[in-house]
């Protein structure tokens, strides 16, 4: 990110968020293609974690809604950190066929398991939601949630 320095956070957010979310899609959808190597999921696991750590930095910015989008980013982050482990093991244990099996086992079920949580991450226009959640005004759209909520729980009593 090229963050320029006449513009105040929101501004910034606002330019430069969309353009991470279009690339961090763009290496996802590569990482899913089933042609990765090991090594490959690994790096897109490092590049995940660099995309939730950008984004928790703009938690005050966006506030609990940004929270709950990262929850699905979290989850991949969480099953490509097995899938790194589960490769570590198997090579550190390589001359254990009992164990080899059954981290194959386990590799098979967690690529399956990375493949569908990107799927879903990256469906029915997901990348466009989180371009124009994260262009929109945080500061409004944060408000305009509140306002939102504070009408319905009036409107219930």
Request: glycine share 6%; no cysteine.
């Amino acid at each position: 990110m090229k963050w320029k320095p006449t513009r105040n956070a929101i501004e910034g957010a606002r330019t430069e968020l969309p353009k991470l979310v279009e690339k961090y899609f763009k290496a996802g959808r590569k990482a899913s293609d089933g042609k990765r190597s090991p090594h490959e999921l690994h790096q897109f696991r490092i590049k995940t974690k660099q995309f939730r750590y950008t984004l928790e930095l703009f938690r005050p910015l966006y506030g609990a809604p940004l929270e709950h989008e990262l929850d699905a980013v979290r989850g991949l982050q969480s099953v490509l950190g097995k899938l790194h482990d589960f490769h570590v093991i198997a090579s550190l244990l390589a001359d254990d066929r009992a164990v080899q099996a059954r981290l194959q086992r386990l590799t098979k079920k967690k690529l399956k398991d990375f493949h569908r949580q990107w799927a879903s991450f990256d469906s029915n226009g997901q990348l466009k939601r989180w371009k124009q959640f994260l262009a929109g005004d945080p500061a409004k759209s944060a408000h305009a949630r509140q306002s939102r909520r504070n009408r319905v729980k009036a409107s219930r009593r």
